[in-house]
């Protein structure tokens, strides 16, 4: 397993420190596994709680057996106040809190417990600090993209005649599995499931879905409505294969699409189109390039292309045409029109400009860049061409 | 896709507005995907507005396409007021919601949105509701479970010497995915991941893990810390197999245990223990048996065994024997020593008494149960032995 260096923990620590001081707060507290992880490299059942200046401490639940400085074992929230006079800490009056994550109720029996007056959300300042990445981290991303291209390098083999979307995903499910993918495919927000990636082919790619994933379908359950749905392969339609690099705790983000047998010409048309922004947005973005133009490229290539009534997606129309990706696969900056911010160095995005059309499927691709200071580099390097299987 | 018959979502819904009434509130709004699957038998985002006494409206974000009474399409929550004034309703003064769900920020929005001087929770009363199983769901429960026996039959044809525990895991995901496996594997509770169940060998079954599962495991990677690490199958050492019964939206959740090569009696024994508490609580156990007699029975048997040290763990023992299953795998009762609760018809019940062998592994089994009129019955229907792969 690989281990965060100290001195990058200890540089995201300082980000959150910083945060606390510039909201004139008293102290953070987080809960979120992913957010743990990325402060201290090991996700437990607790509170890692921030203090603007001295060392955190860790309220720890479960598991048992981590020895270290600051390490304090409790059963409940109510224990924190006794342990914080321990430590001749007063009680917050003003404490951060990952308030579009934690429940209702544990953020209210947490500010009953510490009776803190006044609670503030930190959310949003943790992912917009966890979007810029450091090496290391896009190291990891750029694994994961590498990983990810030699697992789909292996889709012609597992295609067979007459099988259906969902024997095709779980052929690749296991090929990814074998691969490293560690199975789970966290994302950010309430009610956001998906399993291990999405397959679309035929009409199934204009199902809507109720998730905010750019493409829906219909699913295998009315309990996961998203994605493959046991349509069978058909000649004339596409497979748009947008499935999980989740091959290191970075993930890469990475979308082909393939052609059963022979396509009307709008798909290979339309695929290209795809292709081309991807193309313009490689060679001109770079920091400082706001993601709401990003978006407008895509949207003017699209118009040129009389292709605005596919336009990520047909009945359903996703507004944005990529993401940021890291620990969770929907990170900021969004690529969307209502978009303020600009791309910076260390960002890593997925872009993913695609069309969806009626009785053939969904065309386009979906490849994962890292913002350097120079402009964008592509790391998910596969063929890109509407491939015959 | 198996539906919902009419008169039983009609007869759910009567349960959650008898709540409303019992708690005097003037309505609620369900959010969560399990919540809403049960209620509407489908998931969307948005919010199910449910009335004491009239039909519930449908506040939807996502999927485009719904029709139906009481439909109405929102992009926010701050457009609901307007609407429930169209439908001539008043806005509530007293909401339930979904607050051990729902994250701080969505139930201060509502609120906000809706004026509201006062929310009050519904998780616990939903998860009550859903405790209490009609023959639809135990059926769907039912033919989970035997699918789970079929899938497990195939265990012995997948181990092969120098397999690691993770290698093993993955060819009996490949299996579960083709036998109709969902994928996704829903818990309640914050942080509780999980991928497709849990696979222990050796002394990786000692290791403490930050989820309120039985066991633990270290993981394949420090975002994931349980179940299966990379462990070798070791002659003289278990393969306890405790993987998800997804083949319906309602589970089932059964654990079986395998031997590798010639065990200590030790393990043999402790293996028969278990399934002795198995055989007790089923001839014994019915309507009206109190939870926490269950756990006393368990750790009654273990203690004349002298199993104490491993039972439920060793390092970290987890305080619970058992688990209601259904749409999610951790339902209520808990069996545990601090329930109030009893057994009571239409219950579905995960019993799992296990013990952590140092230097050996996991043995014990876990069966699923539904309590009938009479007593329980036996679902998860495949051989009990510590047979040797």
Request: overall charge negative; proline content about 7%.
């Given at each position: 397993?690989?281990?965060?260096?100290k001195?990058?923990?200890?540089?995201?620590l300082?980000?959150?420190?910083?945060?606390?001081?510039?909201?004139?707060?008293?102290?953070?507290?987080?809960?979120?596994?992913?957010?743990?992880?990325?402060?201290?490299d090991?996700?437990?059942?607790?509170?890692?709680?921030?203090?603007?200046?001295?060392?955190?401490?860790?309220?720890?639940?479960?598991?048992?057996?981590?020895?270290?400085?600051?390490?304090?074992?409790?059963?409940?929230?109510?224990?924190?106040?006794?342990i914080?006079?321990?430590?001749?800490?007063?009680?917050?009056?003003?404490?951060?809190?990952?308030?579009?994550?934690?429940?209702?109720?544990?953020?209210?029996?947490?500010?009953?417990?510490?009776?803190?007056?006044?609670?503030?959300?930190?959310?949003?300042?943790?992912?917009?600090?966890?979007?810029?990445?450091?090496?290391?981290?896009?190291?990891?991303?750029?694994?994961?993209?590498k990983?990810?291209?030699?697992?789909?390098?292996?889709?012609?083999?597992?295609?067979?005649?007459?099988?259906t979307?969902?024997?095709?995903?779980?052929?690749?499910?296991?090929?990814?599995?074998?691969?490293?993918?560690?199975?789970?495919?966290?994302?950010?927000?309430?009610?956001?499931?998906?399993?291990?990636g999405?397959?679309?082919t035929?009409?199934?790619?204009?199902t809507?879905?109720?998730?905010?994933?750019a493409?829906?379908?219909?699913?295998?359950?009315?309990?996961?409505?998203?994605?493959?749905n046991?349509t069978?392969?058909?000649?004339?339609?596409?497979?748009?294969?947008?499935?999980?690099?989740?091959?290191?705790?970075?993930?890469?983000?990475?979308t082909?699409?393939?052609?059963?047998?022979?396509?009307?010409?709008?798909?290979?048309?339309?695929?290209?189109?795809?292709?081309?922004?991807?193309?313009?947005?490689?060679?001109?973005?770079?920091?400082g390039?706001?993601?709401s133009?990003?978006?407008?490229?895509?949207?003017?290539?699209?118009?040129?292309?009389q292709?605005?009534?596919?336009?990520?997606?047909?009945?359903?129309?996703?507004?944005?045409?990529?993401?940021g990706v890291g620990?969770?696969?929907?990170?900021?900056?969004?690529?969307?029109?209502?978009?303020?911010?600009?791309?910076?160095?260390?960002m890593?995005?997925?872009?993913?400009?695609?069309?969806?059309?009626?009785?053939i499927?969904?065309?386009?691709?979906?490849?994962?860049?890292i913002?350097?200071?120079?402009g964008?580099?592509?790391?998910?390097?596969?063929?890109?061409?509407?491939?015959?299987?």
């Open positions: 397993m690989i281990s965060t260096p001195e990058e923990l200890i540089a995201r300082r980000k959150v420190q910083q945060v606390i001081v510039d909201q004139q707060a008293d102290a953070c507290i987080i809960t979120t596994s992913v957010n743990q992880f990325y402060l201290n090991s996700i437990f059942n607790g509170y890692f709680y921030i203090l603007p200046e001295s060392d955190p401490l860790l309220f720890i639940k479960r598991p048992i057996g981590i020895n270290g400085n600051g390490v304090e074992y409790i059963r409940k929230p109510e224990q924190i106040p006794d914080l006079n321990q430590y001749n800490l007063p009680l917050p009056r003003l404490l951060l809190l990952e308030a579009d994550a934690l429940s209702y109720t544990s953020v209210i029996r947490l500010q009953t417990a510490l009776n803190m007056p006044k609670i503030a959300n930190i959310s949003q300042k943790m992912r917009e600090i966890r979007a810029i990445k450091s090496d290391f981290e896009l190291n990891q991303i750029r694994e994961s993209a990983i990810h291209a030699e697992v789909y390098s292996q889709i012609p083999a597992i295609y067979r005649p007459g099988m979307d969902i024997d095709f995903q779980i052929e690749l499910e296991y090929i990814m599995r074998k691969a490293g993918s560690l199975g789970i495919f966290r994302s950010f927000g309430e009610n956001m499931d998906i399993f291990m999405s397959i679309l035929g009409n199934n790619a204009q809507p879905s109720p998730y905010d994933y493409l829906g379908g219909g699913g295998i359950s009315p309990l996961l409505p998203l994605g493959a046991g069978p392969l058909k000649n004339g339609t596409t497979l748009m294969i947008d499935m999980a690099g989740n091959y290191r705790p970075y993930m890469d983000d990475m082909r699409t393939f052609a059963i047998g022979k396509m009307p010409e709008i798909a290979y048309h339309a695929h290209q189109v795809s292709i081309d922004i991807h193309n313009e947005i490689w060679e001109t973005a770079k920091p390039t706001l993601c133009d990003l978006y407008l490229l895509a949207e003017k290539k699209t118009k040129e292309n292709l605005e009534p596919y336009f990520m997606g047909t009945v359903q129309q996703a507004k944005f045409i990529g993401h620990l969770e696969i929907n990170e900021p900056p969004v690529l969307t029109l209502r978009s303020k911010e600009a791309l910076q160095p260390g890593a995005i997925a872009l993913e400009p695609k069309f969806v059309l009626p009785g499927g969904a065309v386009g691709i979906e490849n994962t860049y913002v350097n200071e120079n964008l580099e592509k790391i998910t390097l596969f063929e890109e061409a509407l491939t015959t299987l």
